[in-house]
C-alpha cells in the first residue's frame, strides 16, 4: 500500500503543515510531506533521501516549540502520526506503541483493562519510574541504511542507550515497547494562589525535594509568572498523587502545599489518568507563539526564592508584549526518581544520579505578535543566565539540560557531559557511519560531529 505524499499545492498540505503546536513551525516551508503508515514504508523514505542526498525533518506530535525542530524548509517532511497502533501484548505486561500515537489514546485504550504506562518526558510516574525514556523496553527503529532493527537490553544495547534522551540523531524510531503497571484513579489537580503566596509555596517545594525519604508516588510543578489577561503574578500548583486514595484528607507527602493559603481556585480531586490528560491538553493552544527555555539546578532555598525576583526584573521591559502570559516552572528531580533512573541501565543523559536531588527550571513565554519575538527570546535567554550565575555563585549549578524543555539555541548533547557525548558520537560512527542523520537531518539536538 502507498502512503499520502503532499506536495505544496496539493490538498491538505497546508492543514498538514500548519498543524504544529507553535507558529515557528506552522511558518516552515517544506517542499514535500510523506505520512508513512508503516515502517517498511519510512525504511523506504529513509534510503531515498540518503540516496539522494537530501534533507528531511522527522516529525511526531510537532510539540516541540522552536522552529525547525521537527519541521524543515525546502526539505521533505516525514510526518510520522499515521504510524499508529497501541498493542498489548499477550500477558498484558508490555505495551507496544506506534510512534505516531497520542499519549491519550494510550491511556485510553489501557484503562478498561485497568492499567497504564509511564507516559510523557517527566511524568505523574516519575518519582516511582525514573525518566520515562529509563521504562523503554524496546525501539524498533530504521537505521541510515533503511535496515529496520531492535534495540533493547539484548540486541543492539549500545543503540538502546543512546536512543534513550539521544532524539533523532540514530535513526526513525517507529515503535516503542513500555511496561505497563496497574492504575486506579489519581489524586490531583491544580490550587491557583496570588503571586504573594510564591514562597511558601517554594519552601514546601524545597521541603519535598530534599526530602530523605521522597515519596516515589507524588509529583510536583509549582508555576510563577505574569499574565496579561489576569493583569497581575499568579502562583499555581499542580499536585498529584499515583496511589492515594481519599480527597480529603490528601497526602501526607503533599500537605505542605495542599495548606498553602489564600486559594484562589482549586481542582484537587480523584480521576482516571485520562480525565487529567485531558484537563491538561485543553490548557493548550496550538499555533501561537510559546517557547521553552530550561536549566536545572540543586534545590537551594536562597536561589529557588531568588527566581521570583530575578523574574520580575526580567519581566518589566516584555509587559507590553501582547497577551503575554509567562510562567516560570519548577520541577524536582528527586533522589528517588534518579535512584530508579540509575537502577534502569545506561541512558544517554548523562545526568549524575547520585548527586541529586535536583530542580529542573522551564521558562514558558507564550505571546501573539512577532514584533515581541525578538526581545522576549533574549530576556529568556538572560533570565537563565541569571538564575544559571546565582547557582554558579553557591556552587549549585548542575550541567544537565532536559531536553524537551530545552530552547533550539541550548546545547543539549553538551550537557550530557563528555562521556556521553562520546559514547553517542559513537553509536552514531556504528549505527549511520555516513553521519545521514547529523547531516541530513539538521532538526533537533545534534551531536556536534565535525
Ligand atoms: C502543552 C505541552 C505540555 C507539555 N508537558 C510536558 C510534561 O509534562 N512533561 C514533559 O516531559 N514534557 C512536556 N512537554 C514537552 C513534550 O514532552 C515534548 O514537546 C514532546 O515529547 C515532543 O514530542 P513530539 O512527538 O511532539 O516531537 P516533535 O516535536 O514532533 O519532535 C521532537 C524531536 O524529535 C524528533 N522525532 C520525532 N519523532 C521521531 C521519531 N519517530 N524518530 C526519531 N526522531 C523523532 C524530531 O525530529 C524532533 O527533533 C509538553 C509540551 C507541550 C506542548
Known amino acids: 500500500m502507498s502512503f499520502k505524499s503532499l506536495q505544496p499545492k496539493s490538498n491538505g498540505f ?49 510539540n516541540t516549540p522552536w522552529k525547525g525542530a521537527a519541521n524543515i524548509d525546502n526539505g521533505l517532511v516525514i510526518d510520522m502520526r499515521n504510524l499508529t497502533g497501541v498493542t498489548l501484548n499477550a500477558d498484558k505486561t508490555t505495551v507496544s506503541i506506534g510512534a505516531g500515537e497520542r499519549w491519550g489514546n494510550v491511556y485510553e485504550t489501557l484503562a478498561p483493562e485497568g492499567l497504564a504506562t509511564i507516559g510523557g518526558g517527566l511524568s505523574y ?15 524498533e527503529v530504521v537505521l541510515a ?19 534513550k534522551g539521544g532524539s533523532n540523531n540514530f535513526g526513525v524510531v517507529t515503535k516503542i515497547d513500555f511496561p505497563t503497571f496497574p492504575q486506579d484513579k489519581l489524586w ?30 507524588a509529583h510536583v510543578l509549582l508555576s510563577t509568572g505574569w499574565a496579561e489577561r489576569v493583569g497581575g503574578e499568579l502562583t499555581v500548583l499542580s499536585t498529584f498523587h499515583a496511589s492515594h486514595s481519599t480527597v ?23 480521576a482516571s489518568l485520562v480525565e487529567f490528560t485531558t484537563e491538561q491538553s485543553s490548557y493548550s493552544v496550538d499555533g501561537g507563539r510559546n517557547l521553552y527555555f530550561t536549566t536545572t539546578i540543586k534545590p537551594d532555598i536562597d536561589i529557588l526564592l531568588a527566581i ?23 520541577q524536582p528531580f528527586t533522589t528517588h526518581m534518579l535512584k530508579k533512573s540509575a537502577e534502569a541501565g545506561q541512558n544517554a543523559l548523562g545526568i549524575a544520579t547520585d548527586d541529586g536531588p535536583y530542580v529542573n527550571v522551564l521558562l514558558n513565554p507564550a505571546w501573539s505578535e512577532e ?36 530552547h533550539g539555541s541550548q546545547k543539549v548533547i553538551e550537557s550530557y557531559g563528555k562521556d556521553s557525548g562520546k559514547f553517542l558520537r559513537g553509536v552514531s560512527a556504528k549505527y549511520d557511519p555516513n553521519g545521514f542523520f547529523q547531516k541530513n537531518v539538521p532538526g533537533g539536538f545534534k551531536l556536534g560531529l565535525p
Do not use: W
Request: net charge negative; aromatic share 8%.
Open 145 to 163: 541504511s533503511g535496515e529496520i532493527v531492535n534495540a533493547n537490553k539484548t540486541t543492539n544495547q549500545d543503540l538502546f542507550a543512546a536512543l
Open 248 to 270: 480529603e484528607p490528601g497526602p501526607e507527602s503533599l500537605s505542605k502545599f495542599t495548606a498553602i493559603e489564600p486559594r484562589l481556585n482549586a481542582s484537587l480531586r480523584q
Open 308 to 330: 521570583q525576583e530575578l523574574f520580575r526584573t526580567a519581566v518589566e521591559p516584555i509587559k507590553g508584549a501582547k497577551e503575554l502570559a509567562y510562567s516560570v516552572v519548577l
Open 371 to 406: 514584533k515581541d519575538d525578538e526581545q522576549i527570546v533574549q530576556m529568556s535567554l538572560d533570565l537563565l543566565e541569571a538564575i544559571n550565575k546565582a547557582a554558579e555563585a553557591t556552587g549549585k549549578a548542575v550541567q544537565y539540560r532536559f531536553l524537551n524543555y530545552s
Open 14 to 62: 497546508e492543514e498538514h503543515n500548519k498543524s504544529y503546536f507553535t507558529a515557528f513551525n506552522n511558518d516552515i516551508s517544506p517542499s514535500a510531506i510523506a505520512c508513512p503508515e508503516s515502517a517498511d514504508q519510512v525504511a523506504q523514505l529513509v534510503r531515498e533521501a540518503a540516496q539522494s542526498n537530501s534533507k528531511i525533518g522527522i516529525r511526531g506530535a510537532g
Open 188 to 217: 490531583g489537580g491544580m490550587t491557583v494562589h496570588p503571586g504573594t503566596s510564591y514562597p511558601d509555596a517554594v519552601r514546601a517545594l524545597h521541603s519535598f525535594a530534599t526530602s530523605p525519604t521522597p515519596d516515589p508516588d
Open 125 to 139: 510516574f516519575s518519582g516511582r519510574r525514573g525518566f520515562v525514556c529509563d521504562a523503554v523496553t524496546n525501539f
